[in-house]
């Protein structure tokens, strides 16, 4: 009789821990995109958007270091560099779901939806249109390098 006791325990635990109660709290996340999981976590967008979001793929403690580049329209790229180990996954990762997109993820907030058009050879990830200020994004840099050390 006590097994199905802390069965039962158990199911009402972990179907308590799946759905909107969970928050993110990496700086920087590449997430898969699932809208039909339903453990998926649902994350709020910049637009204010809920997207379903999965399985990491790649975090701050994926990236090396980062540069601000010149964007287009007076914005400003992030480009972040990867570990090596994290650019081989991401490398396989994308060679496996070309023409899919995955969350990318800035501060708890899905940022933008980033189609993967093919294979990701360069061991970087180019964040485009960041911002139109400079200082936001280094300090955004330096914050995810930050949590890459730790």
């Known amino acids: 009789m006590k097994p199905y006791l802390l069965l ?5 635990v972990f179907s308590g821990c799946a759905g909107s ?3 993110l709290t990496d700086v920087f996340q590449v997430r898969t ?4 999981d ?6 709020e967008s910049r637009s204010g958007e809920i997207i379903k979001v999965g399985d990491v793929i790649l975090s701050e403690r994926s990236i090396v270091n980062t540069v601000v580049m010149d964007g287009a329209e007076g914005q400003y790229d992030l480009v972040l560099r990867l570990k090596d180990a994290d650019n081989i996954r991401w490398k396989q990762y994308s060679r496996r779901h070309k023409g899919t997109s995955v969350a990318i993820i800035l501060d708890g907030k899905v940022w933008d939806l980033y189609p993967i058009r093919r294979e990701m050879t360069e061991g970087k990830l180019t964040l485009e249109s ?3 200020d400079r200082e936001y994004v280094d300090r955004l840099g330096q914050r995810i390098i930050q949590r890459s050390h730790q």
Do not use: E, F, H, M
Request: glycine share 10%.
């Open 8 to 12: 039962s325990l158990a199911v009402i």
């Open 38 to 43: 339903p453990l998926a976590i649902p994350v």
């Open 130 to 132: 960041v911002s139109g």
């Open 33 to 36: 995109v699932a809208p039909n």
């Open 21 to 23: 109660g969970r928050t």
